[in-house]
């Protein structure tokens, strides 16, 4: 980790604990920091905060005022942080369960959600139950006991309902013409890599290791290799392609 995001982090949690106080009994990185594979200027920060009880609503919009962008500038594409009980952390639940979604930065929609219930089920509510299973492997703790400690992983059955959620709503989304390539492709692909890993050997990777891992498993290594190097700026898959590997992952984490 950089000396920027290091400071990042460390304001972060700190302008949290100012809201929050004894009310803050954990903050947590994610995501591609948590993995070891953050890649400044394309990677989000991802973070976790964990709160001892339901906050105010007051309490939510200050947090949001405070850890907004414009007020804190993160160094990356985005921050991407979610709120949690600590009895929502602790349980295991698939459900969503947050208390506060911020996405803020200067390359990223700014969104604030206050309440688990306002969030729309077409943007997916999958999300939430996978990041707090990687948290659980992975999380690299800013403040408060090891993420092992304060988040339960998913049971198998929730895990692999969930990563077929994820799948069936990407393949949903609205597909790039053509056979030319599809910037974003490569995140589709090497995605899907990761799911499948975890479901195969039980292990969260970074999206570019999961791929790795699926290569030596016997699966293309042509296409993997092209999603990889788009992402240190090659040209990527086509939509197509994407898609077609897309529904190969689903048809095997199905079976």
């Given amino acids: 980790m950089d ?8 304001d972060l949690a700190g302008a949290a604990r100012a809201v929050l106080g004894d009310d803050l009994v954990g903050a947590y990185a994610a995501g591609s920091v948590g993995l070891d594979a953050y890649q400044p200027g394309r990677s989000d920060v991802d ?3 964990v709160c001892a009880e339901a906050l105010d609503i007051e ?8 850890l907004r962008h414009e007020a804190l500038p993160c160094p990356a594409r985005g921050l991407e942080l979610v709120v ?8 295991g639940t698939p459900e969503p369960g947050f208390e506060v ?10 969104r604030a959600t206050l309440a688990a219930a306002d969030r729309p089920v077409a943007d997916g509510l999958f999300w939430y139950g996978l990041d707090r299973s ?26 692999r309902r969930l990563l077929l959620d994820a799948l069936r709503w990407w ?25 499948l890993v975890k479901v195969r050997h039980g292990v969260w990777l970074s999206k570019t290791a999961a791929g790795r891992r699926l290569v030596a498993d016997g699966w293309p290594a042509e296409l993997i290799g092209r999603a990889i190097a788009a992402r240190a700026g090659g040209p990527p898959p086509s939509g197509a392609e994407a898609r077609a590997f897309q529904r190969r992952v689903l048809a095997e984490i199905s079976r």
């Fill in 3 to 10: 000396s920027t995001l290091r400071r990042y982090l460390a």
């Fill in 47 to 49: 973070v976790a905060l």
């Fill in 59 to 66: 309490v939510r919009r200050q947090l949001v005022a405070r």
């Fill in 84 to 91: 949690y009980r600590r009895a929502v952390a602790g349980s």
């Fill in 101 to 110: 979604e911020l996405n803020t930065g200067r390359r990223m929609p700014f």
């Fill in 134 to 159: 990687i948290l659980h492997q992975c999380g690299h703790a800013l403040l408060g006991p090891p993420a092992a400690e304060m988040f339960a992983d998913l049971s198998p059955a929730d895990l």
């Fill in 171 to 195: 393949l949903a989304l609205p597909a790039p013409p053509g056979d030319e390539p599809a910037p974003g492709a490569e995140d589709a692909v090497l995605g899907a890599c990761r799911s």
